[in-house]
């Protein structure tokens, strides 16, 4: 399968994608991903930069650079806006604060994302696979991104989730893991919760920002985490879609979330966004701009959709199934564990709680689902 191209590497060059709207791209290496947008917009004073990467030198140095074609410092961003808690989009907000006095504006819920207990937060099980089977994903970056800063960027990642590992919900006790096992993720979770921005702003669905002499619409849209909001400018229709709408993979929707339900919250979600008005060129997190939002929200659901149905074939086929039984039926086998187990029990509790599947827990704790 071709690279997707979310899975680019980070390009150097700035444009402007909407009027008074910079895309830069950051160097990430993570599962199914090459880069990050970072988006500028620009005003009188300086500009407001959306989700600035993951923490660490390498994406610092590469926003730095951006920064500089675009005639900007970094002591000009009053402003960073965060559409939501993973490492990829909070990355550079607390330093920004801490050295630049910058106001730092997430959703007043901010924070889940950052302590899911699951390890890989961004692209579904699905597109992790497409990935494999391509060039993207391993492949070489920039010769300007490689090297050592890159992969401190890379270990402060997984330091986060390492920080962030937990009981799932679904499968029972997990074993007691050895001393020096646990007095490791204490360090992480300290090392993680070190780059967690304060969020001095705090907003909600309905709000506006100014933000380039015009008027931005906060459009929460939780589903790919409980916290991620959009925004949306209906002078120019431009949307900053973070990762809720990405052009050509799926996001990661995981089970263990703030919401019961978090693909109903989805769903719910895009068909928000699909019925505005308005709407002219999206700008995502990860990929190019696109223009066809409410296409691209049906095709996503449709994808989930055509999972539902999965799952109940499953449920006829197996009879009663846990979680782990169900995910390795969906999902190839290079791809088991908890990630696709996730995304499984999301699909499961969504039937569950549309009265279309009931659970129990077996002698082992674990939850069997009987689907229909
Ligand atoms: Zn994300
Ligand atoms: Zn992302």
Redesign the pocket.
Known sequence: MARRQEQESARSEVTEVAAGVLRMELPIRMPGLGHVNCYAILDASGAALVDPGLPGPGTWRALQDRLKQAGLAPRNIHTVIVT?S?P??FGGAGRFAKEFGSKVVAHHSFGF?VLTPTAA??VSVDDLAAGDSGAGVGSAPDAEESGAAEDQDRSALEQLRAATTGITPWGGARPRPPWRTKLKWRVMRWLGSSVIPTVSHPVEHGDVLELADREWFVVHTPG??GDHFCLHDPETGAFLAG?HVLPSIT?HISGISSSPDPLSSFFFSLDRVAEMAGVGRVLPAHGHPFDDLAARCHAIKRHHHERLDEVRAISRELGPATVTAFSQRLFKQRSWGAMAESETYAHLEHLRLARQAESHRDDSGRLVYVVG
């Open positions: 939501h993973h990829d989009h994302g937060p961004e790919h985490t990762d996001p």
